[in-house]
């Protein structure tokens, strides 16, 4: 009798059976999430993200400055050379930061934090700090540089923050509510109340956001944390009640008409900006409201000028980017087991995230208008250093997960290449 042919199945002859190869729908999806589970994927989408949104900020930058630029009598590529040069150090930032172990990330929190708190105490010194309307928040460097220490103290704080609740919870201690609101909460407040001394609401919230986001990740209960927030909306609510101008800037939330005074003016026209941009803009340049209607275009309403000029295809690209980095974050937030990388990863993911719903929601009506940036995509260097190395901890985290870390090992080319030559020697003297 003759004997049956071997099964052949899989690479090789090795009986193991191939996945079919149809191409419908359940394939599809099983493919795409077998790629989604890869161990690189927060890290591809934290690099690529971070990298798309700053180089198509860069493009925005110029085209909604140029016209601002020429109004003051300035070259049209004055802004763009100066956002240029933030990119640069930026991006040796987001190097720097993506290659530090650890280790050294925790020893630098606390220099920073006290760095932070000496030039925000400094702004408020007369002489030195200077007023950019209305808002005592700069710090003259001479030239056309100034500095916003308050948009370093986000950074400041989600590292030592971090560093502080990874070494209670190494201890047990995060259970006692003296110990996960002590000295957090009141360094927080000291921010707060350095940055509303010279009248910034916007940072105020984003730095208010990023406490929240730092006490539910340490597993703050639900009435601690409902506490510290009637404290904080108490305080906002004053504040905005005793201020014509945060006042008025409620009031046009969701308006269509510029006011009897003009108060909505900035609102109503970022909104008719979007409205005129249709499905895929008017063409890159081509925007009209940035000739002196819309105020701040390369600012705070840069994504009013992106949706004129390249239409809701370009706004909602932007939106899906950021969506990618933010789900990037929660994922490396997630899967560590390290407090410190947990709470850092997901302070940054916060920071990001409410930053750029705040400014998207004031530019489409739906917030009121904050006078923040959009993260790595608005004009402004001080605003762009330390988020370009938030985002550079983003990847060092997501680097340092160990099976991201085998992964990065095995597409080095000398590893490859003493993996490929044992397999080959494995092979049986009969088989090519």
């Not at 996945?19 to 989408?45: F, N, Q, S």
């Amino acid at each position: 009798m003759g004997r049956a042919p071997a099964a052949r199945g899989g690479a090789g002859g090795t009986g193991t059976p191939r996945p079919p190869r149809g191409g419908g729908p359940r394939h599809l999806y099983e493919r795409a999430r077998r790629a989604w589970d890869r161990p690189l994927t927060a890290y591809y989408l934290i690099l690529g993200s971070g990298l798309l949104i700053t180089l198509l900020g860069l493009v925005m930058v110029y085209s909604a400055s140029m016209i601002y630029a020429l109004q003051l009598s300035l070259p049209s590529t004055y802004f763009f050379r100066k956002q240029f040069l933030a990119v640069v150090l930026g991006t040796g930032l987001l190097l720097l930061a993506s290659r530090m172990p650890g280790k050294l990330h925790r020893a630098l929190s606390y220099p920073l934090l006290v760095g932070t708190v000496f030039l925000m105490v400094l702004v408020q010194v007369p002489g030195i700090g200077r007023a950019v309307k209305g808002n005592q928040n700069w710090i003259y460097l001479g030239g056309p540089f100034q500095l916003q220490p308050s948009e370093f103290a986000k950074l400041a704080l989600i590292l030592w923050g971090a560093d502080l609740l990874a070494r209670k919870q190494d201890k047990r201690l995060l259970s006692q509510w003296k110990h996960l609101l002590v000295p957090l909460v009141p360094v927080a407040f000291m921010l707060l109340g350095l940055i509303m001394l010279g009248g910034d609401m916007g940072t105020a919230i984003i730095l208010t956001a990023i406490l929240f986001g730092l006490l539910w990740l340490a597993g703050a209960p639900t009435r601690l944390f409902a506490g510290v927030f009637a404290i904080t909306g108490l305080v906002a609510f004053v504040l905005i009640k005793t201020s014509e101008n945060r006042l008025s800037r409620f009031a046009c939330i969701g308006a269509t008409d510029l006011g009897p005074e003009g108060e909505c003016w900035q609102a109503v026209h970022g909104i008719y900006a979007l409205a005129s941009g249709g499905w895929f803009g008017s063409g890159l340049g081509a925007s009209v409201e940035k000739w002196g209607q819309l105020p701040e275009p390369h600012t705070d309403f840069i994504f009013a000028i992106t949706g004129e000029e390249l239409g809701l295809a370009g706004t909602l690209s932007v939106l899906a980017l950021f969506a990618a980095l933010g789900y990037a974050g929660i994922r490396v937030a997630g899967r560590t087991e390290d407090p410190f990388v947990r709470y850092a990863a997901g302070g940054v993911t916060t920071w990001i995230a409410a930053q750029a719903v705040v400014n998207i929601g004031a530019v489409l009506g739906l917030l009121p208008i904050a006078g923040v940036p959009l993260p790595l995509f608005s004009y402004g260097g001080s605003a762009l250093l330390p988020t370009m190395f938030a985002v550079g901890l983003l990847i060092a985290f997501a680097r340092e997960d160990p099976a991201a870390k085998a992964a990065l090992a095995m597409r080095r080319p000398g590893v490859r290449w003493k993996t490929m030559r044992r397999r080959v020697k494995k092979r049986p003297s009969g088989e090519r």
